[in-house]
Structure formats: C-alpha cells, structure tokens
C-alpha cells in the first residue's frame, strides 16, 4: 500500500538552530500539504502545493520558514532559526487534486523539539 | 476563526457503546467532510468521509450523520472496542484551493 513518507521522525534541535524536514507523497498525487501540529490540537495548515506551485502559504511564517517542492515531487520544509515555539509534530499530506477526489493521506510526521 | 468546531473535547465510554462526536460548520462552500483516526505518535489516518449528497454512510462499525440544513455532521462508533481508543479528528473541504480545516480533536477511551 502507498503511502506518504517522512523523515526524520524525530528531532531534537537547540534554539537558533536550523532544521529541516522532507517528504515524499504517494506517487502520482499533484498535491502536496504541511501542517504543524500541537499537542491535543488538530493539525493547521502551513503550505500547500500543486504540483511544484505553492498554492497557500498565508499561515507559514516566511520570517524562519520556508518550503520547496522543486520538481513537483518530493517536498522539503526548512525552520531557521527554530524558536521554543515551533515544537510540534509536523506533518505532510498528498492528495490527488483537480480530478474531484479529495482524499488526504498523511505522512507518520516528525516530532520536533526545540531546546 | 475555527472552520469546524468539534465536541466533546473527550469521551469515555464502555465496551460496546455508542460514542458520538459532532462537528459543525459554516462555510456552505464546503462539499467534502471526512474523519480522522489519529493514535499517539502517528498521523491522522482517513477513515470514513461524506459528500452532502447523503445524509448518512456507513463503513463497518463506523457511521457518519450529515445534517446539511443545520450545518453539522456526526460520528458514530457502533460495539467500540478498546482498540478505538484514539483521538477523532473532522474535517471539511471545499472547491475553492482545497484546503481542509480540522476539528479541535476528540479524545476518545474505551474502557474494556
């Protein structure tokens, strides 16, 4: 079965430090999501992507975060400088857009915590 | 402003009972309502998910409600079993750039 990975699972980062998350969606699925976590909160969207366009980033905090997804497939997320504030699961999610199919497949996510 | 407001924030119930969680809405725009399963230390994992075409579906012991004139969905969990102990997260979509909004999240405890 198909499915999103991420990666690391983990981390642990010191603050002021730069970190870095990736993933890979299901094969064939255009679009591509982020979103950040916080414990016993539901999941917030940070960016979405079709294709290698970045279709909503108005909750991504561009002054320390950053994301590309350059050749439309596997998707990268940066944090720099992390701040106490960022620890959270960070999750990414696929779907198959634009053909009426919304379903969202999610990815285990990385747990992140900042020191 | 939260797209979805989800209750309760957490259940208990007895092997075998009915939980029930609920969702409403307001964005009439919305088209596409799913639900979440999401264990500890994982991602939410799609469990069964709704049109506003019907009024119900049902998938196995998993039942989802949808009112579309009062804006609410529910769902049902029938003969729950300790393994469904997780926390249920819904969720909306519209046509309009495919975003999805979540719930707040439902704890849910089922006691053996």
């Known amino acids: 079965e198909a499915e999103v990975a991420q990666s690391p699972r983990y981390k642990i980062t010191e603050k002021s430090q730069a970190v870095a998350f990736w993933c890979d969606p299901i094969s064939g699925h255009a679009t591509l999501y982020w979103y950040r976590q916080i414990l016993g909160q539901g999941p917030e969207l940070l960016v979405q992507f079709q294709d290698e366009s970045v279709v909503d980033d108005s909750q991504l905090p561009k002054d320390r975060f950053s994301a590309e997804r350059l050749k439309g497939v596997d998707s990268t997320l940066k944090i720099q400088p992390a701040e106490l504030g960022d620890s959270a699961m960070y999750l990414c999610?696929?779907?198959?857009?634009?053909?009426?199919?919304?379903?969202?497949?999610f990815g285990p996510g990385t747990r992140l915590t900042v020191t | 402003q939260q797209q979805v407001k989800q209750s309760p924030q957490s259940l208990i119930v007895q092997k075998g009972g009915i939980p029930i969680i609920n969702c409403a809405y307001e964005n009439t725009a919305f088209d596409y309502f799913p639900w979440y399963q999401q264990f500890p230390g994982k991602g939410p994992a799609l469990l069964i998910a709704?049109?506003?075409?019907?009024s119900e579906k049902k998938e196995g012991r998993f039942t989802i409600s949808f009112n579309k004139s009062a804006k609410q969905f529910s769902l049902h969990i029938m003969d729950s079993q300790p393994g469904d102990s997780a926390t249920y997260f819904c969720?909306?979509?519209?046509?309009?750039?495919?975003?999805?909004?979540f719930g707040t999240g439902t704890s849910l405890t089922v006691i053996p």
């Open positions: 969720a909306a979509n519209g046509n309009t750039g495919n975003q999805f909004y």
């Open positions: 999610a696929s779907s198959l857009a634009g053909t009426g199919d919304y379903e969202q497949y």
């Open positions: 709704i049109r506003p075409d019907v």
